[in-house]
């Protein structure tokens, strides 16, 4: 009896590893597609005298944090910003978002921003600031399936995206420079060979009307991003024409997009540095 107990016990903690695995998996894969949200009420306050070429970077995350990404980002921010002069103000705070505190910013960045972070209420005061002249930077997360906002998706990144390669996550690819606004090519490479967690989209955002800056090259991508059990339908990618980076006008606003940037490594990258530096200055026609 004891070892039959012994047996039983074994096959019970077993399973109970394997049904905490399946949790853990599952709330994991539920944050990533949709967030666990909350919002901010109280906005921060900004520094006196802020004025001038004006930069936001929001970094708020309610979906999948670039925990790694995010921590190196802020500091090679804030040197872009004392190599050109830039006022800039980091936050995660997502009642910045009213009408008074966004008319101070030429630009926002969502650096990796994830999930649902702002209210109906601050989505229509960023919505309004957009369309009205200012300025956005999205670095990589920003663009993932997980903010639960048609009008963002459609107008301001003109695609859904659909997954990323898994076997394996990060692959090296070389991209190509496409003939663009001069002010978003100053100092970038016409081909460049990166290693990344390269971004699958439903559809390609020229057919938006879209301009792009860099595609890649995807003749050496295993884009399969199947999960089993979860997922087993992202077998593919985009093909010949794979966009990484896009902008436009959005009415009287400027908008541009990076697949780029999923670890911090990234933001200690020259050529990197370089485009996000050009993104900036061109939404925010400094």
Known sequence: MSFKRTI??????????????????????????????FYDSTPPELPNNFTGNTVLVFSKTNGFRHGDAIEKSLPAFEKMANDNGWKLFLTDNGAVFNSEQLQKFDVVIWNNTSGKTLDEEQRQHFKNYLENGGGFVGIHAAGDNSHQWDWYTQEVLGTLFSHHPIDPQFQTATMYLEESDPKLTIGLDETWERHEEWYMFFDNPRDKGFDVLYTVDESTINPNGNIPILASDKDWGMGEDHPVVWYRPLKKGRVIYSSLGHSGEAFKEPGHLILLENAINWAGRF
């Open 8 to 37: 039983k016990k074994v096959l019970l903690a077993i399973l109970g590893v394997i049904l905490l695995m399946f949790i853990g998996m599952g709330i994991f894969m539920y944050k990533a597609l949709y967030g666990i949200n």
